[in-house]
């Protein structure tokens, strides 16, 4: 069965033939190599583009390292300092390129390519090729190498399914949907999977086998170490305020031993240059600056902290706040924790500061958000409560807040738009109704 990633489809389209080198990035296992050397080389071969015109090079693949010489052993994840000989691969490439047309290059996993920064940067050079690379670690690709390349190389970030990309595949309603997708997540060979017990071991196996052994192999880190207890951690505590301090002292209270600042940072670095997770700033939406800590966590994919977890902490307030996250940044946006800051009055009489928090603050040029995830509001205390930051906030931005429960959009006197979830994920044009 086909799933279509239309959205990121249209991104690498508009990106032909403009001069760049466009990198695709994502977790492992988020669908990259299906969209460039499927979806992607499907369309060239429906525009015309002749197969030999296409060179696709996987430097994770047993059979195209044996076409250039290389010893597929190279591909022992033990192994992480062995890299493809670069002379070898150009040699193979120049033999490929036999006339003055357009070429298009599709590298898979290219991190693997001995001095690759360099060997892309040649590419820079050649006006019939048109690249595409593809890797899986943030560290060797949307850092370093778009800042090789001075402002030439083009990122293109690829997340697991959203829910409207997952629902195409389902067999099921909206709701049952998004129950088995606040559980299982969007890894696509998930989506395909027929059975929970599949989907369980699964999510277990590539977290602990794939995901944490491969950030312990890249950055030489001992077998023993707490990484994997930190994000035990981590995962019971997505979509709540923290800073290293915090996480280092409930480690401390949770595992019974020490681990330092510095090494807690140390390590949500790494598995947020591996796509993991990622860490959102607050933003001071009356001050117009950012709040450096605390701050908070959403994974990549939720199926994949669940399973950290064994399955046995699914809160759905947390769950869903994540899953929306996933969502803006999928559509597109910038992403931010909104904070405002209020002047009240205690029982006193005293004036105190207190700070409110905006869910997301969702920005794209111009436009901006405003989003409450507030899962259910069952009386009119709760909704002044999730509005309270709205009001405060004094300003004309669009203001949204998503409940679990499916309702069609509905605005109050203020303007305040309040929608379901699932209607949200489902209409692209849901934050404009």
């Not at 992480?80 to 002379?87: C, G, I, Q």
């Not at 949204?400 to 605005?411: A, D, F, H």
Request: aromatic share 10%.
């Amino acid at each position: 069965m086909e799933i279509k990633r239309d959205v990121y489809l249209r991104r690498l389209i508009n990106r032909k033939h403009n001069g760049f080198i466009k990198v695709i990035t994502g977790i492992r296992r988020c669908g990259k190599s299906y969209l460039l050397n499927t979806l992607f080389y499907n369309h060239l071969i429906q525009n015309g583009i002749k197969d030999n015109h296409m060179i696709m090079f996987a430097f994770d693949s047993a059979d195209d390292l044996l076409k250039i010489g290389e010893d597929p052993l190279m591909l022992d994840n033990t192994k992480e300092d062995r890299k493809v000989d670069p002379k070898r691969f150009l040699e193979y490439l120049n033999q490929q390129i036999i006339d003055k047309e357009m070429y298009y290059l599709l590298l898979d996993e290219v991190q693997n390519l001995g001095a690759f920064e360099s060997v892309l940067n040649g590419f820079l050079r050649k006006k019939n090729l048109d690249v595409y690379v593809t890797g899986s670690n943030s560290r060797f690709l949307s850092k370093d190498i778009l800042t090789e390349f001075e402002g030439r190389g083009d990122e293109i970030h690829i997340l697991p399914l959203s829910f409207s990309e997952y629902f195409s595949v389902y067999d099921g309603s909206k709701e049952e949907a998004f129950d088995d997708y606040s559980v299982y997540g969007g890894l696509p060979a998930v989506a395909l999977m027929g059975t929970e017990e599949q989907k369980v071991a699964y999510l277990i196996t590539q977290m602990k086998n794939l995901y944490l052994r491969d950030i312990i192999n890249r950055y030489h880190l001992h077998e023993d170490c707490a990484i994997g207890e930190l994000l035990d951690v981590i995962s019971s505590g997505i979509s709540t305020l923290t800073n290293p301090r915090k996480l280092s002292a409930t480690f401390a209270s949770v595992k019974r031993t020490r681990i330092s600042e510095v090494t807690v940072d140390k390590y949500i670095e790494h598995m947020e240059d591996a796509f993991m997770l990622n860490r959102v700033k607050r933003f001071d939406v009356k001050g117009r600056k950012y709040i450096g800590t605390p701050y908070k966590i959403y994974f990549e994919d939720v199926g994949l902290r669940n399973a950290r977890l064994n399955f046995r902490q699914i809160e759905g307030t947390h769950v869903m706040e994540n899953i929306i996250y996933n969502e803006l940044r999928f559509r597109g946006f910038k992403v931010d924790v909104g904070v405002v800051e209020s002047r009240e009055r205690d029982e006193t009489g005293k004036e105190i500061r207190k700070q409110l928090e905006i869910d997301f603050i969702a920005t794209m040029g111009s436009k901006k958000y405003y989003l409450q995830s507030a899962y259910a509001i069952p009386d009119e205390e709760k909704y002044k409560q999730e509005t309270r930051s709205f009001d405060k906030a004094n300003d004309s931005f669009k203001k949204i807040i998503l409940v679990e429960k499916s309702m069609k959009p509905r605005s109050d006197d203020n303007g305040y738009v309040m929608m379901g979830v699932k209607e949200f994920l489902l209409d692209v044009n849901s934050l404009n109704c």
